[in-house]
């Protein structure tokens, strides 16, 4: 931490598209958040994202990591890089910000956890949705019992989407995106079930297809069902291929003396026997609002809402839903926290 004004010093890595909505991210916290450095191999792009910051320009992360003044880090890049940018970070011992997924296999799982503790770094998943204002008080609602014993949470993550395989780069290979649509979008509405849930989850069982972008290597949508261990079933639908129909809510959850129910904005929730209740509620920028928590995590000392523990949970739902279809069975939630 910078002592004189305590900031989170962040050093970026990797400076292309979700790169500019945690550059956004940073602006909105300045009492907690100094942009200090960026690194890309694709000069243009940290230009792009250093902008007037004076945030200092890296081809290459790791002598960013030697030579910049940070005490975190930012990883904004593709699927299959991940691992080795939170391996030297935490090496480095720098705090960790990481866009999803956490990592790709079982083995990049141990290692991420293993390098995190040794360093006695903080790891957060930047799992952005959790910062919907509606998701917040949702979990609050659920927490607090006003559901009473919670049975079922569904979420849905689905649209129309365009791309091409000129424009779909490395998306397109699943050596590079570990999957297809579900380990990608589809970590979204699974990281939100996980939350919502409460427990741990268990044992998974899921259909994909492929029902437009033929020129993927993994699927374009997933249904997935998921067993928690404290009884909740999860639902969730996700794809590329369409958008949902009207009126699919984002997520629910339904419980003994009730339910909720979300389009992302909106939450309502109706206590059987009681008139429905509608909540507006303030919209918020979600990735100011995890950046902002990152920062105060680390400022504070605080244990972040998602971090490598969690990760590894959404990574073995979806690594889980992936051998559920290649066996046609339901497949134990692999448990990959050990190390
Ligand atoms: N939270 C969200 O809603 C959301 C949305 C989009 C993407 N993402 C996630 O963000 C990550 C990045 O996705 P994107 O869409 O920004 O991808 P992108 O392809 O637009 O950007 C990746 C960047 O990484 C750079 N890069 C590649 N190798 C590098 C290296 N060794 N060192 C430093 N930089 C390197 C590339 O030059 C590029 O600028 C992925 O994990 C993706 O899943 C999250």
């Not at 400022?299 to 046609?328: F, M, N, W």
Request: proline share 4%.
């Amino acid at each position: 931490m910078s002592t004189n004004d305590r900031t989170v010093r962040i050093g970026l890595i990797g400076a292309g598209g979700i790169a500019g909505a945690h550059v956004a991210g940073y602006a909105l916290n300045p009492e907690t958040v100094t942009f200090a450095a960026v690194a890309d191999p694709v000069r243009a792009s940290a230009e792009l994202r250093a902008g007037s910051t004076g945030a200092a320009i890296y081809a290459d992360y790791n002598d960013m990591l030697s030579q910049a003044d940070i005490d975190a880090v930012d990883i904004c890049l593709p699927h299959h890089l991940h691992k080795d940018a939170i391996v030297a970070a935490a090496r480095a011992g720098k705090h960790i910000l990481c866009e999803k997924p956490l990592c790709l296999t079982p083995e990049e799982a141990r290692e991420v956890a293993a390098a995190v503790a040794a360093a006695g770094v903080t790891l957060m998943c930047a799992h952005n949705q959790l910062f919907l204002p509606a998701v917040a008080k949702a979990k609050e609602l659920i927490e607090n019992g006003t559901l009473g014993r919670l049975y079922e949470v569904r979420t849905t993550d689905s649209f129309y989407n365009d791309f091409d395989p000129e424009n779909m780069g490395w998306r397109a290979h699943a050596k590079t995106s570990g999957g297809g649509e579900l380990i990608d979008t589809g970590y979204h509405p699974t990281y939100l079930m996980l939350h919502l849930a409460g427990g741990a989850p268990v044992e998974v069982t899921s259909m994909l297809a492929t029902h437009r972008l033929t020129f993927m290597e993994g699927e374009d949508s997933a249904n997935v069902l998921v067993r928690f261990d404290n009884g909740v079933i999860g639902t969730l639908v996700t794809s590329w291929a369409y958008e949902p129909a009207d009126g699919t809510e984002r997520f629910s959850a339904v419980g003994e003396l009730g339910s909720l129910t979300s389009d992302g904005t909106v939450l309502s929730y109706h206590l059987r026997g009681e008139e429905p209740v509608i909540l507006e509620l303030e919209p918020v920028d979600q990735f100011g609002a995890e950046i902002g928590h990152f920062a105060r995590s680390i400022l504070d000392g605080t244990r972040p809402l998602h971090t490598e523990k969690e990760g590894i949970e959404v990574l073995g739902i979806i690594l889980g839903a992936y051998e559920s279809a290649r066996s046609r069975s339901i497949a134990a939630v692999p448990s990959l926290d050990r190390v």
